[in-house]
C-alpha cells in the first residue's frame, strides 16, 4: 500500500470537512462562548491573568478598572482587518459575533455567579478546563476570540505548527509584561491555567485528525 501525497485541492484545510449547518453553528458557537464566559469569572475571581487577547484586555480593565467585557471589544477592533485579509468574511463575521457575545455574556454572568470559597488550583483548572473546550467548540465551527486566536489558527493552517503552541509563545509575552505589575505567584498561576488551556487546543485541534476527513 502506498501513501499518497496530497493534492493541491486540498490546500484548503476545510475543503473536504463537512460543513455545519446553521443551527449547528449556532449551538456550537454559543456553548463554546458560555463555556469561556464562566471560565473568566473563575479567572477573574482569582484576580489571576491569561493570554491573548483576553488577557490584554484583563490586564487593561485590573490596571484601569474599566469594565472587562467593554475592554475586550475595544482591544480586538484591529485584529479584524487580518481576520478578514487572511480567513475571510465568514470567520470574521462569526469571530465578531463570539468577541460581542462573550463580551454580552460576561456582563450577566459575573454577577450571577459567587464563590465563598475557590481554591486556587482548582479554579485555574476549571478555567484552563471551561476556557479550552469552549474555544475547540469556537475553532471548530470556524470562528475565533479574537485577534491572537485568529492568528494562531492561520498559522496552524499554513504551517502546520499547532494553534496551542502559538498561543502559548504569545501568552508567554503578556505575562512577562504582567510582571511588572503583578507578584510573581499570580503570574506563576496564570501561567499554569494558560498551559492547561493551551493544552487543550495543541492536543485535540489537529489537522490530521479532524480536518480534510
Same mark, same amino acid.
Given at each position: 500500500? +502506498?501513501?499518497?501525497?496530497?493534492?493541491?485541492?486540498?490546500?484548503?484545510? #476545510?475543503?473536504?470537512?463537512?460543513? #455545519?449547518?446553521?443551527?449547528?453553528?449556532?449551538?456550537?458557537? +454559543?456553548?463554546?462562548?458560555?463555556?469561556?464566559?464562566?471560565?473568566?469569572?473563575?479567572?477573574?475571581?482569582?484576580?489571576?491573568?491569561?493570554?491573548?487577547?483576553?488577557?490584554?484586555?484583563?490586564?487593561?480593565?485590573?490596571?484601569?478598572? *474599566?469594565? &472587562?467585557?467593554?475592554?475586550?471589544?475595544?482591544?480586538?477592533?484591529?485584529? *479584524? !482587518?487580518?481576520?478578514? #485579509?487572511?480567513?475571510?468574511?465568514?470567520?470574521?463575521?462569526?469571530?465578531?459575533?463570539?468577541?460581542?457575545?462573550?463580551?454580552?455574556?460576561?456582563?450577566?454572568?459575573? $454577577?450571577? /455567579? =459567587? &464563590?465563598? #470559597?475557590?481554591?486556587?488550583?482548582?479554579?485555574?483548572?476549571?478555567?484552563?478546563?471551561?476556557?479550552?473546550?469552549?474555544?475547540?467548540?469556537?475553532?471548530?465551527?470556524?470562528?475565533?476570540?479574537?485577534?491572537?486566536?485568529?492568528?494562531?489558527? +492561520?498559522?496552524?493552517?499554513?504551517?502546520?505548527?499547532?494553534?496551542?503552541?502559538?498561543?502559548?509563545?504569545?501568552?508567554?509575552?503578556?505575562?512577562? +509584561?504582567?510582571?511588572?505589575?503583578? $507578584?510573581?505567584?499570580?503570574?506563576? !498561576?496564570?501561567?499554569?491555567?494558560?498551559?492547561?488551556?493551551? =493544552?487543550?487546543?495543541? /492536543?485535540?485541534?489537529?489537522?490530521?485528525? *479532524? /480536518?480534510?476527513?
Amino acid at each position: 500500500m +502506498t501513501n499518497k501525497k496530497p493534492s493541491a485541492d486540498n490546500k484548503d484545510p #476545510h475543503k473536504n470537512s463537512e460543513k #455545519h449547518s446553521l443551527l449547528d453553528d449556532v449551538q456550537g458557537l +454559543t456553548f463554546g462562548v458560555f463555556a469561556c464566559s464562566l471560565g473568566m469569572v473563575f479567572l477573574t475571581h482569582l484576580g489571576f491573568l491569561t493570554g491573548q487577547t483576553a488577557g490584554l484586555a484583563l490586564l487593561i480593565s485590573y490596571l484601569t478598572d *474599566y469594565d &472587562f467585557g467593554t475592554v475586550f471589544f475595544l482591544v480586538n477592533i484591529p485584529f *479584524y !482587518w487580518f481576520t478578514y #485579509h487572511r480567513m475571510g468574511m465568514r470567520f470574521t463575521i462569526k469571530s465578531v459575533i463570539c468577541v460581542v457575545g462573550m463580551s454580552a455574556m460576561m456582563k450577566f454572568v459575573s $454577577p450571577a /455567579i =459567587s &464563590f465563598e #470559597h475557590l481554591d486556587p488550583l482548582v479554579g485555574i483548572l476549571a478555567f484552563g478546563a471551561m476556557v479550552g473546550a469552549g474555544l475547540l467548540a469556537i475553532i471548530r465551527h470556524e470562528g475565533s476570540l479574537g485577534g491572537v486566536g485568529a492568528m494562531a489558527v +492561520t498559522i496552524q493552517e499554513f504551517t502546520g505548527f499547532r494553534a496551542g503552541y502559538v498561543q502559548q509563545l504569545l501568552d508567554l509575552a503578556i505575562f512577562a +509584561t504582567a510582571l511588572f505589575f503583578f $507578584p510573581w505567584p499570580i503570574i506563576a !498561576w496564570s501561567v499554569l491555567g494558560s498551559i492547561v488551556l493551551n =493544552s487543550i487546543i495543541a /492536543i485535540n485541534h489537529r489537522r490530521d485528525r *479532524y /480536518i480534510g476527513r
